[in-house]
């Protein structure tokens, strides 16, 4: 899909479609929004009266044959309160449009942004949204239809920052299709994808970016005494991998920081011999959510190149129930030295991650962020609306926040205290990998995790109720989300 600033006045670009977006309690149409309904002998207004425009959230009212208007549709969209609009809102506005226009056989279109929101900022987030929004998840389907939007116009943003618009729509475009990597990666099955697989893929991602790569096979894992990646791994015949990419900058100042991106990859989870139940096991494919958003953030960074260096760390195995698979009471030795006890084998994601968050360490990297389909008990927490983010200091965490709102993304904090680590002490080991009581399971898990981080500043985000929706939305197909790697890369941006 092509996207790029329309030179021609938003009335006579010709396209299949003109969008643009109406408020609530929008009577006035001022702006460009009144020149069109003025074109229209005040028809927008009328609709409006009569209640069919009410500019209510993601509404849609498409009119055919717009007068004064060269596209041959002008496709509104509810824009909700003026008030609350941000940024965040011409996402969904546009993938909402594109969306519906996509599904109606529309090849092209032109976006008419109002006035006020028609800078670097609304251009970039309209280009994510729009590209986001372009993303299937039926690729294996024989009967897939070829419907496909092959451009779409961006008109009436501000002509006199034409350089820095563009350079918004470049930033966006590498964002939002480093998002639909990530998506494709966790939309694939389990036997397209395995440890192996995945490692292969990052290595060509990698490779076409620029950036540097070592995959680490079982010899190298063993070698370096990953016991805890080892306990998960030893259940499959799939051997498991370590992939680490890095980005180093141009200019590189001594000293400086190291951000380490930690993601979760476990390519299929049928919870070991603590087995999940046969209902929904199928979407267990997307148990390596976290290590996709992380090799998706690094395919983005590579393009836009922040001022620090970048270290992805990414363990990929599968959690099987095999003859040599580890049973709850065993104990395992982590790299650290640390010992496990393992009493549940569905909590395999924070013992991979164990070991994945101690190697950054020793790679050097000086703040950590981790994500990964962690937890069922965040979505008891949170349901699917926010991430849950977890950190210390809570300053290093409160930074991260910050650019989760540039992003436009829903995170909250959750809670850390001290009392919570007493519930992952074991009698017979070190720690144990799950939380002992009722209650808290996304908090004890982030615990587990901190003991590997220990003071070094770490971020853990558990997208496990984020990562993938069941039902579509407006603005996005259903399956995965590639939530976080908007705000991942914003952060590094600006660390």
């Not at 190291?258 to 494919?285: C, H, Q, R, W, Y």
């Not at 001022?307 to 195995?317: G, L, Q």
């Amino acid at each position: 899909m092509q996207i790029r600033l329309e030179p021609k006045p938003y009335a006579t670009a010709e396209a299949d479609a003109l969008v643009t977006y109406v408020f609530e309690k929008d009577d006035k149409f001022d702006g460009a929004l009144g020149e069109i309904n003025r074109a229209m002998d005040g028809r927008l207004a009328s609709l409006a009266q009569g209640g069919e425009i009410s500019g209510r959230s993601l509404e849609l009212v498409l009119l055919h044959f717009p007068k004064g208007i060269a596209s041959q549709r002008l496709l509104l969209v509810g824009a909700g309160k003026p008030g609350k609009f941000s940024p965040a809102d011409l996402r969904k506005i546009a993938g909402t449009a594109l969306r519906h226009l996509k599904s109606r056989g529309v090849r092209s279109f032109v976006f008419l942004a109002r006035e006020g929101e028609h800078g670097p900022a609304a251009a970039q987030a309209t280009v994510e949204g729009l590209i986001a929004a372009d993303f299937e998840s039926d690729k294996y389907r024989s009967d897939r239809k070829n419907r496909e939007i092959q451009s779409v116009s961006l008109a009436g943003f501000n002509g006199g920052l034409d350089a820095n618009l563009e350079a918004a729509i470049q930033h966006g475009k590498a964002i939002a299709e480093s998002q639909n990597f990530a998506r494709d990666l966790i939309n694939e099955p389990s036997n397209r994808l395995t440890p192996r697989m995945l490692a292969a893929k990052a290595e060509e991602m990698a490779r076409g970016a620029g950036l540097g790569i070592e995959i680490l096979d079982e010899r190298k894992i063993a070698e370096l005494k990953m016991g805890a990646l080892i306990g998960v791994a030893q259940g499959s015949v799939e051997p498991p991998r370590v992939i680490v990419v890095r980005y180093e900058p141009q200019m590189p100042k001594p000293g400086g920081p190291v951000l380490g991106l930690i993601g979760k990859a476990v390519t299929f989870d049928t919870g070991g011999i603590s087995i999940k139940p046969a209902n929904n096991m199928e979407k267990m494919k997307y148990d390596m959510g976290g290590g996709a958003t992380m090799l998706g953030a690094m395919r983005a960074l590579a393009e836009l190149k922040p001022s620090i260096s970048v270290v992805a760390v990414v363990p990929a195995t599968e959690n099987m129930p095999g003859g040599r698979a580890q049973k709850p009471g065993d104990v395992q030795v982590a790299m650290s030295g640390k010992t496990i006890e393992v009493i549940n084998t569905d909590a395999e994601g924070r013992l991979i991650l164990a070991d994945a968050i101690f190697y950054a360490r020793k790679l050097g990297c000086t703040h950590l962020i981790d994500a990964a389909t962690l937890t069922g008990a965040i979505e008891v927490a949170l349901a699917n609306v926010h991430v849950g983010a977890f950190g210390t200091p809570r300053e290093y965490l409160d930074k991260f926040l910050d650019s989760t709102k540039a992003a436009g993304e829903k995170m909250w904090p959750m809670p850390i205290d001290d009392e919570y680590q007493e519930m992952i002490k074991s009698h017979i080991a070190d720690i144990r990998n799950t939380g002992s009581g009722k209650g808290g399971g996304a908090i004890t898990a982030a615990w587990f995790l901190k003991e590997f981080a220990e003071d070094t500043p770490w971020v853990h985000l558990d997208i496990a109720s984020t990562c993938w929706v069941d039902e579509g939305r407006p603005w996005l197909a259903k399956g995965p989300t590639g939530v976080a790697i908007r705000s991942i890369v914003d952060f590094a941006l600006k660390m």
